[in-house]
């Protein structure tokens, strides 16, 4: 994708390499475009996704999550995965989580997984491509 995207999504971090490395070998096609100390944009198929460290005065604020204690919200980001087969090995592997749980959409299934730091997910893998 050339230039800003027009959708995406921001996710706070600690540990900005750790979680680089999860969603660039977690999402096909993904590709950092900019990395500095503090951020991170990965292109993605469909969109964009930053990744930022949070401030230090912040960060000692947040309680901290796992993906064995996944941090509670009401906004969950989804993207599209290759395979779930893949998205499990590759998550666990990572210091991620894919829930067992699968429900049917509109030509996709989807899992709910989380990230090293705790934050939910939803994956899909398209069934009809």
Request: proline fraction near 7%.
């Amino acid at each position: 994708m050339a230039g800003p995207a027009k959708s995406g999504v921001l996710i706070y971090c600690t540990n900005l390499e750790r979680l680089m490395e999860f969603y660039i070998t977690l999402i096909e096609g993904a590709q950092a475009i900019h990395v500095t100390n503090d951020l991170a944009v990965i292109d993605i198929p469909d969109g964009q996704l930053i990744i930022h460290v949070l401030p230090p005065e912040i960060a000692e604020q947040v309680e901290p999550a796992s993906a064995e204690e996944p941090r509670p919200t009401a906004v969950k980001a989804f993207v599209t995965v290759q395979s779930m087969a893949h998205a499990e090995a590759v998550t666990g592997q990572l210091g991620g989580r894919v829930f067992p749980q699968r429900w049917q959409g509109a030509g996709f299934v989807i899992a709910n997984a989380c990230d090293p730091e705790g934050n939910m997910l939803q994956l899909r893998e398209f069934t009809n491509a």
